[in-house]
């Protein structure tokens, strides 16, 4: 589909055209196998000479369709969905570091991602060395080694809020010969498109902003198709060499870079971990998807007001959030989403942890959640829910204090939002 038409437009005709007297909404095609009439026509399949469905671990059509409309929203080549955020991110940088490789990770960024990188992808002999994002250029470069493989880094860091300087990051990616991947879940593509700034790889976790309604869980990756893995081919031999378990084909031969990455992410590594997202929640998705550019509005505008009451409330310590003036990537996200950022807000009360546990315990509107980014309101203290397997040193160096509490502004009335706050707040 013409990828200059509006993301409103995107999200309602991007990814699926039904012909004459077929669904006009996306079918769920239910079933895990398709059958063909020869073992011929499936062998290309298998061969990865034709396109079709064969196994819904590695491709069914209403993921697809669902697939490529995501893409066309990211301004992408082409795109897989997976069945978690985590998965998407893990899939991303294993499908091109391996044993012995090395990526450079944003310090801010999601813990259970911190811990993907430094507890389990170290098992597995891939080594991490995590940046300050507003590190300087010169140090930036310096994290980089010549077994680097990727550097990786969010848009909007969960939950520390930093917003990353992509131009920054994509440069020093670039000249060292490896992609920029980024993880766009908090921004989505309606406030921030990072192929656009030099991104080369987009990740989602569907689940939050995307789904909207906490019915799904499900993931997504893009590719940009603008990365040249040729360019480098001793970085990248997955792609650029053949791969026996597919009869010696070699990706970037025969799918280009347009189609490269995402065939061997799919051929290979979903053939193989099955980390697959059902057809049944890829068309919650799809649902989702629909209302996004308006539902983000409304997580923004309520946000912005929160944030506002917030910072002006004498128990409040501290509040993070890219949309006040004084905020510290203000200006930052002013340049990559000038449009609006997303619905989460960082802030601490003074009294630091006991100050934050007393808060929670009072919260009516706002529900104690693992959640984050869809229509309800959702607060959580991180350092002892989703980080507390980080040591304290991790935690700063994460952007993620003792006292910081995360709230997820919902698409309720703002009001009604902050006198929920107001009465919680008067009892610490």
Known sequence: MDQT?????????????????EPRQIPIVQSTTFKYATSEEMGKLFDLEADGYFYSRLANPTCDAVAAKI???????AAMLTGSGQAANFYAMFNIASCGDHIVA??????????????TMKRMGVEVTFVDPDCSEEALNAAFRPNTKLLFGETIANPALTVLDIEKFAHAAHAHGVPLIVDNTFATPVNCRPFQWGADIVTHSTTKYMDGHASAIGGCIVDSG???WTAHPDKFPGLCTPD???????YTQRFGLAGAFITKCTAQLMRDLGSVQSPQSAYYLNLGLESLPFRMRQHCTNAQTIAEYLQGNEKVAWVKFCGLEGDKYHALAQKYMPGGSCGVISFGLKG?????????????LGSIETHVADSRTCCLHPASSTHRQMSDAELEAAGVGADLIRLSCGLENAQDLIADLEQAIAQV
């Open 71 to 77: 893409a066309a929203l990211e301004g992408g080549t």
């Open 5 to 21: 038409l509006h993301t409103e437009t995107l999200c309602i005709q991007a990814g699926y055209h039904p012909g004459n007297g």
């Open 106 to 119: 944003s310090s801010s960024i999601y813990g259970g991602t911190y811990n993907l990188l430094s507890v």
């Open 244 to 250: 026996e378990s597919y009869h010696g084909i070699t």
């Open 352 to 364: 630091s942890r006991q100050a934050a546990e007393v808060f929670m315990k009072h919260l009516k």
């Open 226 to 228: 603008k990365f040249d």
